[in-house]
Nanobody, 124 residues
Framework: DAHLMESGGGSVQAGGSLTLSCTGT????????MSWYRQPKGDECEMVAS???????TYLDSVKGRFIIAQDNAENKSYLQMNNLKPEDTAKYFC??????????????????WGQGTQVTVSS
């Protein structure tokens, strides 16, 4: 059974914006460290942003100032707001609760609860 579901991916021109959503279906996100990861084509999984239960955030250097991770606990959702998108942001984006990944693939994460991912494509 799926415990997290991502939505909001799609295609956008460079400089545009997109917001991804992640909905928890079987557990409360408020009790977890929520993160967004991405898997670019031909490259390894990388963590894009995360937020702890006390609202401490961490961002990948290349997205600082452009992306914002947010959470609505009443709706049990995590959001990744992406602004000024660049072609290098093109990737499959994953939502994870307490995620840990040390290998190449987001889909083969070491631990945590993960969604199936949503594709984001940014054209130049």
């Amino acid at each position: 059974d799926a415990h997290l579901m991502e939505s909001g991916g799609g295609s956008v021109q460079a400089g545009g914006s997109l917001t991804l959503s992640c909905t928890g279906t079987t557990f409360r996100l408020a009790a977890s460290r929520m993160s967004w990861y991405r898997q670019p084509k031909g490259d390894e999984c990388e963590m894009v942003a995360s937020v702890t239960s006390d609202a401490k955030t961490t961002y990948l250097d290349s997205v600082k100032g452009r992306f914002i991770i947010a959470q609505d606990n009443a709706e049990n959702k995590s959001y990744l707001q992406m602004n000024n998108l660049k072609p290098e942001d093109t990737a499959k984006y994953f939502c994870a609760a307490d995620g840990v990944v040390t290998g190449y693939f987001c889909s083969r994460a070491d631990s945590g609860t993960w969604g199936q991912g949503t594709q984001v494509t940014v054209s130049s």
